[in-house]
């Protein structure tokens, strides 16, 4: 199994990068597993308690349960992925099946912050926009896809998303195999990165 960690700061693109990566790939050889999905569950907090909630923070992750189920997965067994709602700030209770795949594609800010995590990666790749740029991008998903407005999402920003992208996710680019410039739409990279994918389902 190969192993590829995708990291970089809210809406750098990674999710984007992904998807470009996997299009034309065999859909039975390749996995996806998003950082979003470990979010850890606070079913014990309303959801004004869990709106103040520093989610750029590595504490805010279950890493003990992503690790554990990559794990899992190295081992040939099928595990449950979590599904979370950023509208309501907690995980559904749902879960989507996930079975192990030759390739498999993990991806979150986070991720380069656990070291056990990060060892696990064969190719570590860290996706780049700048700063205003990927501002720009999050106030119009957030908008359009997770329920923010305008004042949530820079409030957020200032808050925590900011200093905690310049303690915990920018330092992590240092770990990166490869950095993908996505100010602009790379193409080049994402063909790069799947030629590489081809070489290991051949
Ligand atoms: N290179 C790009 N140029 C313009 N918009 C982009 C680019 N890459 C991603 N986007 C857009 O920016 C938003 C955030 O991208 P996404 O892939 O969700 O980022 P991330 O997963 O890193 O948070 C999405 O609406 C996406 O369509
Ligand atoms: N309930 C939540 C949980 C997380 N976030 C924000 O999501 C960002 C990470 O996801 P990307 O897809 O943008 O990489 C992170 O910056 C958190 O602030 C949230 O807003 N609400």
Excluded: W
Aim: net charge negative.
């Amino acid at each position: 199994m190969l192993i590829l960690g995708i990291a970089g700061g809210t809406g750098c693109g990674k999710t984007t990068v992904v998807n470009q990566i996997i299009k034309e790939l065999p859909e039975d050889e390749i996995g996806i597993i998003s950082q979003d999905s470990y979010y850890k569950a606070n079913d014990h907090l309303s959801f004004e308690e869990r709106e103040l909630i520093n989610f750029d923070h590595p504490r805010s992750i279950d890493f003990e349960l992503l690790t554990q189920h990559l794990k899992d997965l190295k081992a040939g067994k099928s595990i449950n992925q979590p599904v979370y709602s950023f509208v309501h700030h907690n995980r559904t209770g749902d879960f989507i099946l996930t079975k192990p795949r030759k390739v498999m594609i993990v991806e979150g800010i986070l991720i380069f912050t656990n070291p056990e995590l990060r060892e696990m990666f064969d190719i570590k790749i860290f996706v780049h926009a700048d700063v205003d740029e990927r501002l720009i991008r999050r106030l119009r998903r957030d908008i359009a896809e997770r329920g923010r407005d305008m004042e949530e999402v820079l409030a957020r920003y200032q808050n925590t998303l900011k200093p905690m992208h310049e303690q915990f996710i920018e330092p992590t680019k240092s770990f990166a195999d490869i950095i993908i410039p996505n100010d602009r739409y790379n193409t080049v990279a994402t063909d790069i990165v799947r030629t590489v994918i081809k070489q290991t389902i051949k």
